[in-house]
């Protein structure tokens, strides 16, 4: 999705304007998130910018999205531009961190009252 969105349109409501907006845009991730994964890949990943204009749009996260667009709107501006391209993602491994798993301290028989005996 490459796309100029207008948040003052003539004759129709500023925040139902944006609240349209907003739900076009989450409607296209879901839709794009309900896709057949590419081979290799283990979820979709989106890449996205933000900004005033398409030559001004930067990087910017995902999750950040919806608050750009409300900042721009409490900022009184009048259109700005999203770009969400869909790729396939690869899930890393997290590290364990230290202590977590195998070091004692867990004398638990199972049983919920703590002290070890049947």
């Not at 490459?2 to 129709?12: A, D, R, S, V, Y």
Request: with cysteine; net charge neutral.
């Amino acid at each position: 999705m490459k796309k100029t969105f207008q948040l003052h349109i003539e004759g129709k409501n500023s925040d139902r304007v944006l609240d349209a907006i907003k739900h076009e845009i989450r409607k296209y991730i879901k839709r794009e998130r309900g896709r057949p994964v590419p081979a290799g890949a283990d979820f979709w990943d989106f890449d996205c910018k933000f900004g005033s204009t398409a030559e001004t749009a930067a990087v910017a996260h995902l999750s950040a999205l919806i608050r750009l667009i409300d900042g721009v709107a409490r900022e009184g501006g009048t259109q700005f531009y999203v770009e969400i391209l869909a790729k396939g993602g690869h899930r890393r491994a997290r590290s364990a961190p230290a202590g977590e798993k195998g070091e004692g301290g867990d004398t638990s028989d199972g049983d919920g009252d703590g002290d070890g005996a049947d």
